[in-house]
């Protein structure tokens, strides 16, 4: 016998109230069991197959199918959080708090309602009714490793399809948003007493030939790479954090970089990390100064859907709005590479995510059941 799927204020009150943390910081750092085991319930209870996937260290993902074929639908999401900060809400944030027509509650905008929305848009669908599957996708870490995402390439069912990431993007359409890296470097040269340059081999002043050659390099990236859907319609490369040396009167012996690059779609995370260490050790050769790279993260690539594919063009349409880019990274790149075309579309709101006080609008919950149900008639119904 099934169980009625609770109302949709309770679905969502159910998923704030499983804290879900990820956090680089071992200390804050949480499981996301519950949530996943939340969702593969009720998702059994609408008669989805469901698969739980272990990824290592307590973290979860959920794949879960209703109906059979090559085609269909993939809704996807993350199910962890980040951290939050007490002394800055107002109210409990595993508490859901419904005030002044909005829902409060630690991940309501980014981005657990969308689960809830699912659950709410596929309530009276009946199975027989379906021509292609529905495919729900939830993943662990989306917020610090992308360790869900990364594992995606090992579930042939959210490969070659067309998928909507229920991202904050306040019920409009996402087809593109710029990749993301973080690069550490490091000069290495001799210290010495500063009255005789010969004593050692300055690392800041290798540093100054590093920092010229990258600010070369990000205009040269600037003027191939141009793609005005973006606000800022180019890669970026910012010089974030340095540190070098001690004293004034010591030969500085190590200097360390920070850079962030933001790549646009058709630049590859390798090929620019490999391209990047190419021109620092350029701009060092000759100078005996040695060089050491460190990616701070595993990076993330930059992500666009052609405008012509059936799963944008039916987002614009039930959404009645152009596709945009956004401004910040998802796990929509990990889909594309496995062949599935993906919007960015959710309920949420990117200004509330990471947030205290975060919450959802109730006026985007009844548009956004009804784009799914569009979605799916579309592409699971047809
Ligand atoms: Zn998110």
């Not at 910081?25 to 085991?37: E, P, T």
């Not at 951290?83 to 657990?112: C, H, I, Q, V």
């Not at 969308?114 to 009946?126: P, Q």
């Not at 579309?345 to 009844?366: F, K, S, T």
Request: glycine share 10%; proline share 7%.
């Amino acid at each position: 016998m099934k169980t009625p799927l609770p109302p949709f204020p309770q679905l969502l009150a159910e998923l704030i109230a499983l804290p879900s943390v990820s956090s680089a910081d071992a200390g804050l750092d949480m499981s996301n069991r519950h949530v996943i085991h939340r969702l593969a319930g009720w998702l059994e209870d609408l008669g989805f197959g469901v698969e739980e996937h272990a990824l290592g260290g307590d973290k979860w993902n959920l794949v879960a199918v209703l109906g059979t074929g090559a085609g269909g639908l993939v809704l996807a999401g993350h199910t962890d959080t980040v951290p939050w900060d007490d002394a800055l809400w107002t109210s409990d944030p595993f508490r859901l708090a419904e005030r002044d027509g909005r829902f409060y509650g630690l991940g309501t905008s980014d981005m657990k309602s969308f689960f809830a929305v699912i659950l709410e848009a596929l309530r009276d669908l009946r199975a027989q009714d379906l021509t292609q599957p529905v495919i729900v996708l939830a993943t662990a870490d989306e917020e610090t490793s992308m360790s869900g995402a990364r594992a995606l390439a090992r579930y042939p069912l959210v490969h070659d399809r067309a998928a909507v990431i229920g991202e904050p993007t306040a019920l409009r359409p996402v087809r593109m948003h710029k990749g993301m890296m973080m690069e550490a470097i490091r000069v290495i040269g001799r210290s010495g007493h500063s009255s005789d340059p010969a004593l050692g081999n300055n690392a800041l002043e290798g540093m100054q030939r590093v920092m010229g050659a990258l600010l070369e390099w990000r205009d040269e990236l600037q003027a191939a790479h141009r793609e005005p859907l973006f606000r800022v319609p180019h890669p970026t490369l910012n010089l974030g954090h340095i540190h070098g040396g001690d004293n004034p009167n010591r030969i500085c012996g190590r200097c360390e970089l920070h850079i962030d690059l933001r790549p646009t779609p058709g630049l590859a995370v390798d090929a620019l990390r490999r391209e990047m260490q190419q021109r620092v050790a350029d701009a060092l050769a000759g100078s005996g100064l040695g060089v050491t790279f460190e990616s701070l993260f595993e990076g993330i690539p930059a992500f666009a859907t052609d405008p012509a594919t059936a799963i944008v063009r039916a987002a614009e349409g039930l959404c009645q709005a152009p596709a945009e880019a956004a401004a910040f990274a998802t796990e929509a790149p990990y889909l594309s590479a496995l062949g599935t075309h993906t919007v960015v579309l959710g309920p949420g709101d990117i200004r509330q995510a990471h947030q205290p006080d975060e919450y959802l609008a109730m006026e985007n919950v009844a548009p956004m059941v009804d784009v799914l149900r569009g979605l799916i008639q579309r592409f699971c119904m047809a």
